[in-house]
């Protein structure tokens, strides 16, 4: 009973020198450096997060002043549409990107750094970049928007061949950035 008893004491006699030792490096550390200990990160990371909250808030109670229950439904309907159609569609169009760029690689589609081929992501920002191009625009590409083209007075008949050409340079913007990519890497191993 004796050796518990000392067991115990001296469990709490640590325990109290830890303790003081963790107020004395506390009271060290600076007000800011305990916030980013405490929080993750500075203050101002904090202050902007807020602010974009409260600009979100105010825009949602703008945007929801007025017809809120058919804009709350083409909200849901957006992220069903969204979750249950495209994302699908999305992984489909990645994966078979990755088995077409595979040659010579480990089943996996990654390489022996666990990278993926040099040439999926130089495929997937210049689609990206042009589905979000034609979200944004779609009414004007699709010829869709009759009350621009009498709002503005120019046709709307122009932006699907831009679209089309935007979309052609990005892909060979991207495909001469990998041909770059792949001689550099070619000619520094041949180096080493």
């Known amino acids: 009973m004796a050796r ?10 640590e325990g109290a020198k830890r303790w003081r030792a963790m107020r004395l490096y506390r009271r060290r550390l600076g007000a800011g450096e305990r916030f980013r200990r405490l929080y993750g990160e500075s203050p101002l990371q904090l202050l902007l997060l807020l602010a974009s909250f ?7 109670i703008r ?7 058919l ?3 083409w909200f849901v309907g957006a992220a069903v549409l969204h979750d249950l159609v495209l994302v699908p569609l999305y992984s489909l169009g990645d994966r078979g990107a990755e088995a077409a760029l595979r040659s010579g690689r480990e089943p996996s589609g990654r390489d022996a750094r666990g ?3 040099p040439g999926v ?6 689609a990206f970049l042009s589905l979000l191009l034609l979200l944004v625009y779609w009414p004007l590409v699709l010829r869709a928007s009759r009350p621009y083209e009498d709002a503005t007075r120019l046709s709307i008949d122009v932006f699907l061949g831009r679209w089309l050409l935007i979309t052609a340079a990005l892909f060979v913007v ?6 770059a990519r792949l001689y550099t890497d070619r000619r520094r191993a041949r180096a080493e």
């Not at 518990?4 to 006699?13: C, D, E, K, P």
């Not at 409260?54 to 949602?60: D, K, Q």
């Not at 992501?121 to 210049?126: A, F, S």
Request: glycine residues 8%.
């Open 4 to 13: 518990l008893i000392h067991a115990t004491a001296r469990l709490i006699r």
């Open 54 to 60: 409260a600009l979100c808030a105010y825009a949602g």
């Open 63 to 69: 945007l929801l002043s007025g017809d809120w229950l």
């Open 71 to 73: 804009i709350l439904i």
């Open 115 to 117: 990278e993926h081929g």
């Open 121 to 126: 992501n130089h495929l997937r920002v210049p």
């Open 174 to 179: 991207s495909a001469v950035w990998l041909v």
